[in-house]
């Protein structure tokens, strides 16, 4: 299976251009068996070129002098990696779907000292996230982070955001985030 992989991960690079989230891609092809399943353009699309770089082991940086940042899928759990952020490198290999978020832009680092930035960047949104999900009520872990992205992106990217995102961002149900965003 890993030797498939890297076959289908051999292939395109992400060329650099400008992607808003669109929660319609992500809610169509994850299907209704959860996020495993990919459609048939899933491969040409931007997240599939920028997931192929990835399983790569490509770094790249979510441009640091944008509003725009990328949720990172693994198995159980998603991962939000916020402007300036390192992404790829050893620690997305298991990464299965990607969602850009806002008018996401990716660079390749130009040096080690850029690299170390933006390892140590990612790790403060990693920890801004543990922060969150410290909280045991599951309805303000979800609030939370929803008011961190208010604060962030503008009401139009966060509307577009799928409520299963938010949900394995902070480790909720998809209902919780619901009702969170019915009451706000």
């Not at 660079?107 to 690299?115: A, G, K, V």
């Amino acid at each position: 299976m890993e030797s498939e992989n890297n076959q289908r991960c051999q292939t395109a690079l992400y060329e650099e251009e400008e992607v808003l989230a669109r929660p319609n891609s992500f809610a169509n092809a994850q299907g209704s068996s959860g996020m495993n399943k990919q459609s048939p353009n899933f491969h040409n699309s931007p997240e599939g070129k920028i997931l192929q770089q990835l399983h790569d082991q490509q770094l790249l940086i979510v441009n640091p002098r944008r509003r725009n940042g990328l949720i990172l899928f693994k198995r159980y759990h998603a991962e939000f990696a916020g402007p300036g952020s390192g992404v790829g490198g050893l620690f997305d290999l298991d990464c299965q779907r990607v969602l850009p978020v806002g008018n996401l832009s990716l660079l390749s680092p130009e040096s080690s000292e850029e690299r170390k930035r933006a390892y140590l960047i990612r790790r403060q949104w990693v920890r801004l996230t543990m922060q969150i999900t410290d909280n045991p009520v599951p309805l303000q872990r979800a609030q939370k982070m929803l008011e961190q992205f208010e604060g962030f992106f503008d009401a139009e990217t966060i509307a577009k955001l799928p409520n299963e995102a938010f949900s394995l961002l902070v480790g909720v149900l998809p209902q919780t985030v619901i009702k969170v965003r019915h009451t706000a």
